[in-house]
């Protein structure tokens, strides 16, 4: 009379085990869709860190970096947005892949300023953000080593 419970307990652990299991590679396979989803957002975008504007309006933000592109850095390039994060960072959203790699190719020509230091940037997740502090971490110990650090 008992063993028949016994064997139906087991058989539902079992069941719930296998349960769980699926539901956990369920969780992990929609993490990363989330993932592949924000890192395919923020793809075309750039982050423009530096440049001083203290309107939030979205045409004078605009105009800003319409000017910075074209003045500073000789490029062209059409914006779909244009946002501020915080003070001097900004966070532009381009038509396409090539006009990021442009300024991408461009970017250099700002450390000439003598006024202001712009930097430009990809635009990185969270998770792509702390893994690129822990790279330049372990190149600043390795130059502090005197070894040879090349950055790519």
Avoid: F, H, Y
């Amino acid at each position: 009379m008992l063993k028949p419970v016994v064997e139906d307990t087991r058989t539902i652990r079992e069941e719930q085990k296998r349960t769980s299991e699926e539901i956990k590679g369920v969780r992990k396979g929609i993490s990363e869709i989330a993932q592949n989803q924000e890192k395919e957002k923020r793809k075309k975008n750039i982050v423009v860190q530096g440049i001083k504007i203290n309107e939030n309006k979205q045409n004078i933000l605009r105009e800003a970096m319409k000017n910075l592109m074209d003045k500073e850095l000789g490029v062209w390039v059409e914006m779909n947005s244009v946002r501020k994060l915080r003070e001097e960072i900004a966070v532009v959203e381009l038509n396409n892949i090539q006009d990021k790699m442009i300024i991408m190719e461009n970017k250099s020509k700002l450390k000439n300023r003598n006024d202001e230091s712009i930097n430009i940037n990809d635009d990185m997740t969270k998770e792509e953000r702390i893994i690129q502090k822990e790279l330049r971490r372990i190149a600043q110990l390795k130059k502090n080593k005197g070894k040879r650090i090349k950055r790519s």
